[in-house]
């Protein structure tokens, strides 16, 4: 029951409608992460639909997607795969000890050159 | 035709360059601007999660500050320009969205979208023209192979963002050109530098900004052009360091002679 709720709330933050998918595999060809995710792109749109979301919440792809929309744009049928991989994303930071960053490491990672943008958008990516 | 400036936090800060250049070039070409009042963070990411409104207020508050001055949102980062611009396509479409974010800002009057959201190069494009450009030239960069590099926050995705073709977009080329310099033509334009993912997984990062500056050298560039920090940042950082990255307000701000 409790993971068909997440499974329901996944699709429905994600804004897509997996189902219109018909796996042509244009979104994982154009994808600059491919060879750095374990599940791609097209791969979280069939998950999704098949209710398989364990799987996609321990994927390393989660951190490994560049938020490029590359295959959002890339995609004939209107599906938007990267936001499946945000709305995962969400559901693993948003429980209980889910964050991959945490504020008091960032300082840390401040230097001459890294551009506040890359801080803010690294941490909110990873931290709710 | 008035614009409101959002410069963002980066560019008063690591990319002072970016802002600095551009501001001179602006006057140069007699745009009138105002930089937006006690502005915010855009939120440097767009909150895909339809879920989410507590992150998307701080935009909408800029959103609403250059609807108030009644004027166009003129931005100049390229996350800034993608979040505002995106969070505005949400209080104008995404009923939702639109009502708690008015519910809780409790503004004057409801804010709708009505702000319209203009990039720098858009600026150039669509309101000064790169013609006029060309005429304020006085310091044409002749002979300079220039390659423009587009990123992903500016193109996508387009059925939003609307900037220019997102698989073979032309405006830095057109921009090259109006600065009197040769743009060079390569594959990885619009190819993903690896973004913020460089401070978790530096190695993606060099994967992607190395593939890209191999092949802008391979087809001949001396310099390549940014809108972007994070770009910039990767390119610089985690390329092959074989090419200099310049923002482009830099370049154009030598052409126009204001570049001290
Ligand atoms: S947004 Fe993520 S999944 Fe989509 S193409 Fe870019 S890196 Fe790949
Ligand atoms: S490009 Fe679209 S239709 Fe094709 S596999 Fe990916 S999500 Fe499915």
Sequence with gaps: ?128 | MKFSYYPGCTLKTKAKELDLYGRKSLEKLGVDFEEVKEWQCCGAVYPVSRDEVATKLSAVRTLASAKQENAKLLTLCSACHHVLKRVNDDMKNDDNIRLKANNYLGLDEPYQGETEVVHYLELLRDYVGFDKIKEAVVNPLKGQKIAAYYGCLLLRPSETLKFDNPENPSIIEEFIKAIGATPVKYPFSNECCGAYVSATNKEIAVKKSTKVTDSAVANGAEKIVTACPLCMYNLTENGNKKVPVYYFTELLAEALGVKE
């Design chain 1, 1 to 128: 029951m409790e993971k068909n709720e997440i499974v329901r709330l996944v699709k429905e933050r994600s804004g897509t409608d997996a189902r219109k998918c018909m796996k042509c595999g244009k979104c994982s060809g154009r994808c600059p992460a491919y060879h750095d995710m374990d599940i791609k792109p097209h791969q979280f749109v069939s998950y999704i639909e098949k209710g398989e979301i364990d799987k996609l919440m321990q994927s390393k792809s989660l951190y490994t997607c560049l938020s490029c929309f590359a295959c959002v744009e890339r995609c004939p049928r209107g599906v938007a795969p990267a936001n499946v991989i945000e709305a995962v994303r969400q559901e693993v930071i948003r429980q209980q000890g889910g964050n991959k960053i945490m504020a008091e490491t960032v300082p840390s990672m401040i230097d001459e050159t890294i551009p506040q943008q890359l801080l803010v958008s690294m941490f909110r990516k990873l931290n709710k």
